[in-house]
């Protein structure tokens, strides 16, 4: 089964900042569409940015000014760098390929104090 990995969560002080990474290895095709989704505990989980393999991106309105997704289509990895972070923005974070297939990966914990 082809797992996306994920990389870059930790703890961090409110305002600060981090860089999620995500590669694809054993995926040799471009991957239409890659994302970020996130799952605070007890709530569901929510898109956070996506980007299409021509660019065009798409960030929930909670993150919009703060976070930027890039990505590397040659290596079909993602990146999230999110800056002025929240306690609020405290969740797992998941890193997402569509197109074509469904890839997720088992996501890495970011924990913002305040």
């Known amino acids: 089964q082809v797992r996306l990995v994920e990389s870059g969560g930790g703890l961090v002080q409110t305002a600060g900042s981090l860089r999620l990474s995500c590669a694809a290895p054993?995926?040799?095709?471009?991957?239409?569409?890659m994302g970020w989704y996130r799952q605070a505990p007890e709530k569901q989980r929510e898109l956070v940015a996506t980007?299409?393999?021509?660019?065009?991106?798409n960030y929930a309105d909670s993150v919009k000014d703060r976070f930027t997704i890039s990505r590397d289509g040659v290596k079909n990895a993602v990146y999230l760098q999110m800056n002025s972070l929240q306690p609020d923005d405290t969740a797992v974070y998941y890193c997402?390929?569509?197109?074509?297939?469904?890839?997720w990966g088992k996501g890495t914990l970011v924990t913002v104090s305040s």
């Open positions: 980007i299409t393999s021509d660019g065009s991106t």
């Open positions: 054993g995926i040799i095709f471009g991957i239409k569409t």
């Open positions: 997402n390929g569509a197109g074509p297939g469904n890839y």
